[in-house]
């Protein structure tokens, strides 16, 4: 087992950024990626530098990382999924993924307003900074909401609730693991009528206000949950009749990009003598934000986990990361290949058309006979959103929960979401005609309900893969990696035998064929310059 690499050894040199401030010029204020790189650039100088460096290079002697940025660019989803298949089968996966976490880390810097560029980590240990001022609102309900899930156009709460998640799980539309942490979160809380107790439980969250944020779930149950978000909480949830607990928030707002050290504080404030547990859901995409913003919320939370105040942290992977599929999925996928029983005589033609064209082509990719990658990347979203991805959310929470014995750890992959960042004509197409292909996308609030359920299950289950009470020991880090990130509700992408990106090109057309109209706003679109 190598060890982690320190700031001194780094698969990257600091020399790009300490030497950088007179190159700089242009350069807006706040959290960057290195100067003068991109995204796709800087996921290819991480992995190539893992590939090359002498305390990982021997684990990645099969694959081969193209030498120039260039080339990459162009092979990246294919290359990103041979690096995490190699990592995963090798003894070495969780050293491998801090060493990579802390040269990405090490590269990240924090340009201020008068010019001066430093390294994200010594910027944030470096200096000091006041709390924001903050407006605390005590919501007036004292009754408990139960667990529910919004499903189509229903809300359904109690064994109906359950009857759903069951037939998902049956149709290999979510792993085993992440349906026996929703049904041990029902039945441990069935005779409290489903309801949840966090009173008293100190939460923050970062990116409080987006989308896929849990934040209902969390005042559902009662807890003191601090936003942290750019905008302070609307009126809606302010006047939310069925919020219990305490909703804290600075009064100005908070910009993660450009105020890391004063949401630092304002955390330490709020937590006091507690610690707190932390959710990661800021997102926006462009301009490198997604890489930007997840990389400066785990630079938050680490320094706050050395300081010993967090005593959980949890987010949510998209699917179209680079992922293993569960075995019961892989036996699933080789079922519906076998028997195709998984769909109708018009899809065969569909599917036959494109694999002759070259456009279809298998979901996996196996490494060892315990480690088949999942074809799930979509080139369409870019480099720069699956650095993000795979770098600071995947490897960040296998690293975090090596590094921190004492902080409970959640990290599962939600579905397919129809989130605003995805109201594109060739994505609602796609939705549209994933359908008939026997794959599910979801509704927000379907997606923060169950995935937020399987969030409550690894911070209350003593027992959970990532919970720092755990009892029972894994063989290896190997192990306790793979059981961290088993909980997967994929919407069918990874039981299914073919690869996402070709299936979704089909999935579109055929949406454009079921409403036209698609057609005429995808061409109204201008094009970013």
């Known amino acids: 087992m190598i060890a982690s690499l320190s ?87 969780v050293a491998i993924a801090r ?49 529910s899930l919004p499903w189509n156009d229903e809300v359904l709460a109690g064994t109906h609730m359950m009857d759903v998640i069951d037939e998902h799980a049956e149709q290999r539309q979510m792993s085993d693991a992440a349906f026996q942490a929703l049904n041990w979160l029902y039945e441990t809380h069935r005779d409290e009528n489903g309801q949840v107790n966090l009173c008293g439980r100190k939460i923050v969250l970062l990116g409080a206000g987006a989308e896929l944020s849990p934040l209902p779930l969390f005042l559902n149950a009662g807890a003191t949950v601090l936003w942290m978000d750019l905008k302070a909480p609307p009126a809606e949830i302010l006047n939310n009749p069925n919020f219990s607990g305490t909703l804290v928030y600075p009064e100005h707002g908070a910009d993660l990009l450009q105020q890391p050290l004063e949401i630092a504080a304002t955390i330490r404030e709020f937590a006091g003598d507690q610690k707190v547990s932390i959710g990661s859901f800021a997102y926006v995409g462009g301009k490198a934000r997604e890489w930007r913003l997840t990389s400066v919320m785990n630079a938050i939370t680490r320094q706050l986990a ?21 075995l019961e999925d892989y036996q699933a996928g080789q079922r519906h ?18 694999k002759l064209l070259g456009r279809v082509v298998p979901n996996y990719a196996s490494f060892d006979d315990d480690v088949r990658m999942v074809q799930a990347l979509v080139p ?37 979401s129809r989130t605003k960042s995805l109201s594109i004509p060739v994505f609602e197409a796609g939705y549209i005609g ?22 409550l299950h690894d911070w209350m289950n003593p027992e959970a893969p990532g919970s720092a009470r755990r009892q029972t020991p894994f ?19 990874y039981s299914f035998p073919y690869a996402l990106n070709g ?11 079921r409403k036209p109209s698609l057609v005429k706003g995808m061409l109204g679109r201008k094009k970013k310059r």
């Open 380 to 416: 369409l979203q870019g480099p720069t959103y699956i650095g993000a991805q795979y770098v600071e959310k995947i490897m960040i929470a296998e690293a975090m929960r090596a590094l921190f014995p004492d902080v409970t750890v959640s990290a599962n992959v939600a579905g397919i």
């Open 475 to 493: 063989a290896n880090d190997n192990a306790m990696a793979a059981a961290l990130l088993s909980q997967q509700v994929h919407g069918g992408i």
């Open 503 to 513: 299936i979704i090109e089909l999935a579109a057309i055929r949406g454009f064929l």
């Open 337 to 354: 290949l076998a028997g195709r029983a998984w769909t109708h005589a018009a899809n065969l033609g569909w599917i036959g058309a494109s």
């Open 434 to 455: 994933a359908r008939m292909f026997g794959l599910s996308t979801y509704d927000p609030a379907t997606t923060v309900a169950l995935n937020g359920m399987m969030l």
């Open 99 to 147: 060493a990579v976490t802390d040269a990405a880390q090490d590269q990240m810097i924090f340009r201020t307003e008068g010019g001066r560029v430093s390294p994200l980590p010594h910027y944030m240990l470096g200096r000091q900074a006041s709390a924001l001022p903050t407006v605390t609102h005590n919501f007036s309900n004292q009754q408990l909401q139960a667990l």
């Open 7 to 93: 700031t001194s050894t780094s698969l990257l040199s600091l020399s790009n950024v300490t030497l950088a401030s007179s190159q700089s010029s242009t350069l807006s204020a706040g959290v960057s990626l290195p100067v003068d790189t991109s995204g796709s650039q800087f996921l290819h100088q991480l992995l190539a530098g893992a590939t090359q460096h002498p305390s990982t290079a021997e684990h990645f002697s099969g694959i081969h990382i193209p030498e120039s940025a260039g080339a990459f660019r162009k092979s990246y989803a294919d290359d990103t999924i041979q690096f995490e298949g190699t990592r995963i089968a090798s003894g070495a996966r």
């Open 306 to 326: 050395n300081e010993g105040r967090v005593d959980a942290i949890g987010t949510f992977i998209s699917p179209t990361s680079p992922a293993a599929a569960q």
